[in-house]
């Protein structure tokens, strides 16, 4: 049944040539100046080849790649111009995902997903058919790709064991092969693993491209001689320019023969070749011109030819179209993995909730209550203790979702680069399951700590409103930690102004200054603190007591200036705006990434 499907699969894909033509790309530096990293090179990498980019570092490999995935565009400072076709059609980044994938570099895999799992997560989004056909194609990449071993051990990173190096490396290719891509382009598929394990990757994207008919591009470091066999098309780059294009094998050093560089009888070629590129040596720098010339003269017609050779026809756009609820349903339900998944995290979490709520009802046992004759100093210790359990029930979710959004961020930018979802469904997705812990830490930790500090429990529904006051406050402590995860690119910095940045709202809560006492100018400020609604509303939950009461109304000295359902509605304000801030920086990240 799995060989019919292949054939099914080769007949209903159409083939892709992609050429380029004079593409030049300069960008411009921090200092003003400006630089070519591409410097009008066109080509052609036609089905059923095996095309390898290679050339020194720094030589233009990657920036090539990602020019003809459409990953770069012309912007204000950097420049590109030429033409990009496949098929001879124009395409962009939209239309590149429906025909091709992109493996890049550093595989980003969720590393507590099980190889398996990671293949059916993207059978679901990105193919068509029913469940038993998806599962079928997962099965078939998992036996091509032989990772039937470890086809059910996680993926593996910083807080589980996983996978080989290798055996991710060919986890991250079936990711991209599942949907069945007429093209298929891998950044260095090959760095950091061995030379074994690189010739088997290699071989089976030789095996993939002539079997299937697809093409295959790859930019390539330092191959072995095994590996230097399987490449149909060669392309060499130093400094943004072309010195080889075509066949390897014979051709090539029969090429280099007759321009006078003669690879030595029983030397690795691709080691030849490295060494007559490498910028480093002052001799070959000299030599550049020579391979300028020579490509110029003999190979660029020969590459215009075959560019003008190439098949016509229209591109194979197919995109397996999913709802919104499907995509916000699969992303939700893979998150609840990766939660339960990270007991550490979860179980460091629970922890931290129970010690918190023991912790703060010891500090501030049993603090009298209105029937207990309280004094003033009673009331600044309650006023103390609700500002206090406000800003740590904030920063235990702002931690929490800094701390775990980098890793998602990176899969996202890849996986919406991918065409898998759109942003829409997967922040929905993100957020609503995000929110289970917004909801269960600070229950616990209110549920032990409330009666231990003595807070007002009249009735029931004064313990339900501080709960859900801490709810809300945590949910506010998530979108702001989604706010700062997406507004700056670098994480690191994410991770070390967000908590500095939320310190002066701590000041503008109503406890610290009085609502009433802040200057004109300034006063405004307190409308965006969610500590302000979170305090408000916690300390007239409390105060607001029928009976002999406090000695002074609290609620009058501090001057409130709203009531607690207003409250209510400020701190749902307070994350709403956040998150849908957020959601318009993760739109502006993913436009910023392509
Ligand atoms: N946006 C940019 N601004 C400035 N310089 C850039 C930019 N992108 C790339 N470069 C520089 O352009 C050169 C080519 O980069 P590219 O990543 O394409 O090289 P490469 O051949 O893939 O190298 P490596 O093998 O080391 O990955 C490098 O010197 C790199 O530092």
């Given at each position: 049944m799995i060989q019919t499907k292949n054939i099914d699969i080769i007949q209903e894909n159409r083939h892709v040539d992609i050429t380029f033509k004079n593409i030049t790309y300069t960008v411009t530096l921090k200092d003003g100046s400006k630089k070519d990293l591409l410097r009008g090179v066109s080509g052609i990498c036609k089905s059923g080849e095996v095309t390898a980019i290679l050339g020194s570092?720094?030589?233009g490999k990657t920036t090539l790649l990602n020019v003809l995935s459409q990953r770069i565009s012309n912007t204000r400072k950097n420049h590109l111009s030429g033409e990009i076709h496949a098929n001879n059609n124009q395409y962009d980044a939209d239309q590149f995902s429906q025909f091709a994938s992109y493996v890049m570099q550093d595989d980003v895999l969720l590393?507590?997903?099980?190889v398996k799992e990671c293949l059916t997560f993207a059978a679901n989004l990105r193919t068509s058919g029913t469940p038993l056909q998806k599962e079928e194609k997962v099965l078939e990449i998992i036996r091509s790709l032989h990772l039937e071993k470890c086809q059910n051990t996680f993926v593996g990173g910083q807080f589980i064991k996983g996978i080989s190096g290798g055996e991710r490396k060919r986890t991250s290719i079936g990711y991209e092969l599942i949907s069945d891509p007429s093209c298929i382009f891998l950044d260095e598929?090959?760095?950091?693993?061995?030379s074994f394990t690189a010739y088997r990757i290699i071989h089976l994207l030789s095996d993939f491209s002539h079997n299937k008919k697809k093409t295959v591009v790859f930019t390539i470091h330092s191959p072995s001689s095994d590996i230097w066999n399987l490449f149909d098309n060669i392309m060499l780059l130093v400094e943004g320019r072309f010195i080889y294009q075509g066949k390897g094998k014979q051709n090539i050093l029969q090429y280099f023969s007759s321009i006078g560089f003669n690879c030595p009888k029983y030397s690795n070629p691709a080691d030849y070749m490295m060494q007559i590129m490498h910028s480093s040596k002052q001799e070959n720098v000299q030599n550049y011109p020579l391979y300028f010339e020579g490509y110029d003269k003999k190979l660029q017609p020969i590459v215009n030819y075959r560019i003008s050779e190439t098949n016509q026809g229209l591109l194979p756009l197919k995109s397996a179209k999913t709802s919104f609820f499907y995509q916000v349903m699969l992303i939700a339900k893979r998150q609840i993995k990766i939660i339960q998944r990270i007991r550490i995290l979860s179980k460091a979490r629970m922890a931290q909730s129970i010690i918190l709520g023991v912790f703060l009802g010891l500090v501030?046992?049993?603090?009298?209550?209105?029937?207990?004759?309280?004094?003033i100093r009673d009331v600044n210790d309650k006023n103390g203790i609700l500002l206090f359990f406000s800003v740590a029930i904030y920063m235990m979710q702002l931690q929490f979702c800094i701390l775990t959004f980098p890793i998602q961020r990176a899969v996202f930018l890849r996986e919406e680069n991918a065409k898998f979802y759109t942003a829409g469904p997967y922040f929905v997705g993100q957020f609503i399951v995000d929110m289970i812990p917004a909801i269960v830490f600070p229950t616990i930790t209110s549920l032990v700590s409330y009666w231990m500090i003595g807070l007002?429990?009249?009735?029931a529904g004064k313990v339900f409103f501080f709960i859900f006051i801490a709810i809300l406050t945590s949910i506010s402590g998530q979108a702001y930690g989604y706010l700062a995860g997406t507004a700056f690119s670098d994480v690191n910095v994410a991770v070390s102004l967000a908590p500095v940045l939320i310190k002066p709202f701590i000041l503008f809560?109503?406890?610290?200054?009085?609502?009433?006492?802040?200057a004109s100018w300034i006063s405004?400020?307190?409308?965006?603190?969610?500590f302000k609604y979170s305090f408000t509303a916690l300390c007239l939950n409390e105060y607001?007591?029928?009976?002999?009461?406090?000695?002074?109304d609290p609620v009058h000295q501090l001057?409130?200036?709203?009531?607690k359902w207003q409250a209510v509605g400020g701190l749902i304000g307070c994350f709403s705006i956040c998150t849908f801030v957020s959601f318009l920086f993760l739109l502006i990240m993913k436009k910023r990434v392509q």
């Open positions: 570092s720094g030589a590393e507590t997903m099980t598929p090959t760095s950091g693993l061995d501030f046992l049993r603090i009298p209550g209105p029937t207990d004759n309280p004094t007002n429990d009249d009735n809560a109503g406890l610290l200054k009085n609502t009433g006492d802040y405004w400020f307190q409308y965006l603190s969610p607001n007591y029928d009976g002999p009461g406090y000695p002074q001057d409130f200036n709203m009531s």
